[in-house]
């Protein structure tokens, strides 16, 4: 027998395809089929750079022509799957800003669909069979759900406020309590977006007080607006004031201003029938005398991103006619989703808000299903038990609002580890670390994902003890 002599690197490297050979090449015409040719090539061309380097650090032997291919269809595969992925959310914060804020209701994501799916109504009124406006598809819908005059739906709701404040205040003053000047997430602050409206930021009072006088004392020949921004993702508790918006009103009408009133979370019914913290609606805001309110859709509204803007007539008309306006618009897909929603709210069903249905879960009905998953569980080898916990509204919606829940508590291994498996799946599942223990909220996973959940946690705890075991 000849001894078999291991090709050098150097000649290894001399011997790589060329590209052209490699799209010739056995699964070649189907990478182009995939991809196209100029993303083929660069496909191949990272294939073999890898190769390249593979073979410097010792690889043995060269891959053959279809495995090269197969490389990179991977690569390109890769390259072109979506970032924006599913996932089930285990967390127990309902209104989770990270994860996409609200589940839409079956009713809005077909409206969704349909509206997305070819064309529509957007901007043509059918009756008269010419132009339209998109107005008219949530605009009615908010007016008789706020008893506000007149309604806008714009991008979200920190471009609600920036068109409210653009349109109404630019070159003149706006007086805001310090204890108001508050950050949302993601880096939207109040003074930051009343400085890019070219409204001039007037702060009174402090941290903790501020008394109806200060306002008063602040106005001056300039100022336009009194602002007043619900400090909807934070509390401050213990020696605090602040006048109730009905006194505000009261003080920029008698002085010739407008009470504008940054709402953020959008409820629209009463909290404190679902057991939270009563959390002014935006009715209640336009009964205590506010020009303008603007909130989110996605917040506890429970609909599409979009911010709404409810109030005066012609103040809403002065905020539609701005140039901004036009360029913080809603799309047809969340007119649609909103509208949708706005409907449940209309038909007295706010249970067919996923958001709403979830805040209004029974405890019994969460520790039931607690307690079947971790039967489940427990029947597939891995150790789990039912504990009490807490699940929160989440998203800037309810400061530090929780609702009591049953947790299922996993405790194999690491839990930081179990958690990344999870996170890895094909469909992850987002879940919460305490005391290194994995915890599991059924609040928040969604009717037909707990199977695929169960699967995942399984596998991945298994899978887990498996390798332990191979010492690996
Ligand atoms: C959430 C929030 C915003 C920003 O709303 P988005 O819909 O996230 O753009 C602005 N103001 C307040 C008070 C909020 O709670």
Not at 74 to 87: G, I
Not at 263 to 284: F, I, K, R
Not at 437 to 454: F, K, M, N, S, Y
């Amino acid at each position: 027998m000849e001894p078999v002599v291991a090709p050098s690197p150097a000649a290894m490297l001399r011997e790589l395809p060329s590209i052209d050979r490699l799209l010739r090449a056995p699964g070649g015409d189907e990478l182009r089929a995939a991809f196209g040719r100029t993303l083929a090539i660069e496909a191949l061309r990272a294939t073999l750079d890898a190769t390249r380097a593979a073979i410097r650090d010792g690889l043995a032997e060269r891959p053959p022509d279809y495995d090269l291919v197969a490389a990179a269809h991977e690569w390109a595969t890769d390259l072109l799957a979506p970032t924006l992925r599913p996932v089930i959310n285990a967390t127990g914060i309902i209104v989770h800003t990270n994860l996409g804020r609200a589940p839409l209701s079956e009713a809005a994501l077909a409206a969704v669909a349909a509206a997305a799916a070819g064309y529509a109504t957007l901007e043509y009124d059918l009756a008269a069979g010419r132009r339209g406006s998109r107005a008219v598809h949530a605009e009615h819908l908010l007016t008789r759900l706020t008893g506000a005059e007149a309604a806008l739906v714009v991008n979200n709701n920190a471009a609600a406020v920036l068109l409210m404040l653009t349109a109404l205040c630019r070159d003149a003053e706006v007086i805001i309590s310090r204890g108001q000047l508050v950050e949302i997430g993601g880096g939207f602050r109040i003074p930051e977006v009343l400085a890019q409206s070219g409204a001039k930021l007037v702060e009174v009072g402090t941290t903790n007080r501020t008394h109806l006088r200060d306002y008063a004392e602040a106005i001056t020949a300039q100022t336009a607006a009194i602002l007043v921004v619900h400090t909807s993702n934070y509390r401050v508790v213990g020696f605090t004031s602040q006048p109730e918006l009905a006194e505000l009103a009261a003080l920029a009408h008698e002085r010739g201003l407008w009470l504008l009133f940054d709402q953020g979370s959008g409820a629209l019914h009463d909290t404190a029938a679902y057991g939270l913290a009563p959390e002014p609606s935006v009715p209640d805001g336009l009964r205590a005398g506010a020009d303008v309110v603007a909130f989110s859709g996605d917040k506890l509204l429970g609909g599409p991103q979009a911010g709404i803007l409810v109030g005066h007539a012609n103040l809403v008309q002065r905020l539609q006619r701005h140039p901004l306006a036009r360029a913080v618009r809603a799309d047809k897909m969340a007119l649609a989703a909103l509208a949708a929603t706005l409907g449940h709210y209309l038909a007295d069903q706010p249970q067919h808000v996923p958001v709403w249905r979830m805040i209004a879960r029974p405890l019994d009905d969460i520790a039931a299903e607690a307690g079947s998953w971790a039967a489940q569980l427990a029947a597939r080898g891995v150790p789990a038990e039912v504990v009490a916990g807490e699940s929160l509204v989440g998203g800037g919606s309810l400061p530090g609002e929780t609702l009591p829940t049953r947790l299922v508590a996993i405790s194999a291994g690491g839990a930081e580890a179990l958690a990344a498996r999870l996170r890895a799946a094909a469909v992850p599942v987002i879940g919460r670390i305490q005391d290194d223990r994995l915890l599991l909220d059924p609040r928040t996973v969604l009717p037909g994902q707990a199977e695929q959940l169960l699967e995942t946690v399984a596998r991945a705890v298994t899978g887990h003890i498996f390798r332990d075991h191979a010492g690996l």
